[in-house]
């Protein structure tokens, strides 16, 4: 009954399928991969005016992902991050990159938020038991404004990016 209530009195959205075309040949033998999706994510980061929330399991940013969130955060949006910590990560490789974008990522005003593996709280977000479980963060988002979300498959990372054939859906 809260699900058929909460339908009925959401406000009214569209919903947009994004995704790049897949590459012709092997994308890793080419420099110029398809990557429609990163300029996409690219163009509503830079269309923010006041808030963007980027939720991502890894993130490893682009110079041009890196450029448009420094963009945002000089125009006075409200940046926050969320992605794993170095516990609630599957790939150490990953996190290790990552840490070479704090700096940067702080320095410039993005308030940077890591998931806790074993927060005390985690079994709001886990069946029980979990004294034996760890939290990791496998979502990718961006929120907009509050008017537009992205919700897909591709991570904040050159693989997603830069390689890899993603797609989504954006929600005004």
Known sequence: QQWIHAARTADPGRAELLADLPAEINPAEVTDQPNQLAKQLISFIDQSKEELLLVTAYLI????????????????????????SLRSNNHTSAHSSYRNHVGRLIKHGAKLHEVRSFAKDRSN???????????????????????MTFIGSA?????????NTEMGLLIH
Do not use: F, Q
């Open 61 to 84: 940013p682009t110079p041009n992902l890196e450029d448009a969130i420094e963009r945002a955060e000089a125009r006075g949006v409200n940046v926050r991050i969320l992605t794993n």
């Open 155 to 163: 991570n904040m990372d050159p693989r997603s990016l830069r390689l």
């Open 125 to 147: 977000y886990m069946l029980s038991p979990v004294h034996d479980k760890a939290l990791g963060l496998h979502a990718k988002l961006l929120l907009i404004d509050y008017e």
